[in-house]
């Protein structure tokens, strides 16, 4: 019964979040440097009408996709507006008007206190709070807010998931840890 009690809080708290935040924070991030691939990402091509030449391709060390028809493409750090023209231009080459369309999928690690932790794809929309759920949610020890990004870089955001840090974008290589709560917080009577 307590169970219930608790996804039905989580299940409201969450709805009336959601309400409550600006439309700016719930925004895509849409800037170049939050949707450029990187080593370890997957770039989802889809080629309309073209089943087969369409998929998701792994960026490799060195940068590379191997896509087919058109072989290895150099696709790390590049805007995703200017790499989908040079697959346009490529595909047109062997096909009549392609239309292409990228999705990048970039690589996060969710840790700690999490249901499923691991890495996982998550397109440019995928915020804080999706890449969670994506892992099965927090733990009922979880130190809700007190989660961290660590990027690539080793910047290190702390932030609270009832707050609008629940909407904070992710970037590619992104790290989230979720600690668990103190001992005394886990055990405290009231």
Do not use: C
Not at 5 to 23: K, N
Not at 102 to 130: C, M, N, W
Not at 148 to 170: D, N, Y
Request: no cysteine; charged share 20%; glycine share 8%.
């Amino acid at each position: 019964m307590q169970m219930k009690f608790e996804l039905l809080h989580l299940l409201l708290t969450a709805g009336l979040l959601a309400l409550a935040a600006p439309a700016s924070a719930q925004s895509i991030p849409t800037s170049p440097a939050t949707t450029a691939l990187r080593p370890g990402d997957l770039l989802r091509v889809t080629i309309w009408r073209e089943p087969d030449l369409s998929g998701e391709f792994l960026v490799d060390e060195r940068g590379i996709s191997i896509l087919p028809l058109l072989g290895p493409q150099e696709v790390a750090g590049r805007e995703i507006e200017t790499l989908r023209q040079q697959l346009q231009t490529g595909y047109a080459e062997h096909l009549d008007n392609p239309s292409v369309t990228i999705t990048p999928l970039k690589q996060i690690f969710v840790l700690g206190e999490v249901l499923r932790p691991g890495a996982y794809h998550v397109d440019p929309t995928v915020s804080l709070r999706a890449a969670l759920a994506m892992a099965g949610g927090t733990s009922q020890g979880a130190a809700k807010d007190r989660v961290r990004i660590i990027s690539v870089g080793g910047e290190v955001r702390e932030l609270k998931l009832t707050e609008m840090g629940a909407h904070a974008p992710l970037h590619s290589g992104d790290e989230i840890r979720v600690p668990l709560k103190s001992w005394l917080s886990r055990n405290a009577p009231f």
